[in-house]
């Protein structure tokens, strides 16, 4: 049976709602745990210091993937094993965090899902002037990229 590990930089389990929509997903694909997949949870709870810690033990459990959220989860499993395919969800900007260097080919054994958001900004702002010239933006907040945690 294969074994996901499933690193996440918050707590892990199985009634987290990340987690209750990656199981979903699953058994949309036809994957159902203790059926024909297995699932080793290990979350952070917001310690980011023990993401390291935790993925070099899903590497020692010889899983087969492992999937993670967010820059901080992903470059520590990245740190963990460069053999044991990545799937990295919610990181806005793979290749400003140093997880790939390329998105179409990402090289390495990482690929996951990325909206780009922070490098789309520019363009909503001028479409935003474009659609309603006479709107003003004099300031724009947003969550920065985690860059603290770039590679």
């Not at 990340?18 to 745990?33: D, I, N, T």
């Not at 690929?111 to 309603?132: D, N, R």
């Not at 947003?142 to 770039?150: I, M, T, V, W």
């Amino acid at each position: 049976m294969p074994v996901i590990g499933y690193l996440n930089p918050g707590p892990t389990g199985p009634a987290e709602p990340f987690v209750a929509a990656f199981r979903q997903g699953l058994g949309e694909a036809g994957y159902f745990e203790g059926q024909n997949v297995a699932i080793e949870y290990r979350g952070a709870d917001g310690s980011y210091d023990r993401l390291p810690e935790l993925a070099a033990d899903l590497v020692g459990r010889k899983v087969d993937v492992i999937v993670t959220n967010g820059p901080p989860g992903a470059l520590a499993a990245r740190g963990a094993t460069s053999t044991i395919p990545i799937v990295f969800n919610g990181v806005g900007d793979p290749i400003g965090v140093g997880l790939v260097a390329n998105l179409a080919r990402p090289e390495r054994n990482l690929t996951g899902f990325s909206i780009l958001t922070a490098k789309l900004i520019p363009k909503l702002v001028e479409l935003l002037s474009e659609l309603v010239p006479q709107a003003r933006v004099d300031g724009f907040a947003s969550e920065p990229e985690q860059s603290e945690y770039a590679a």
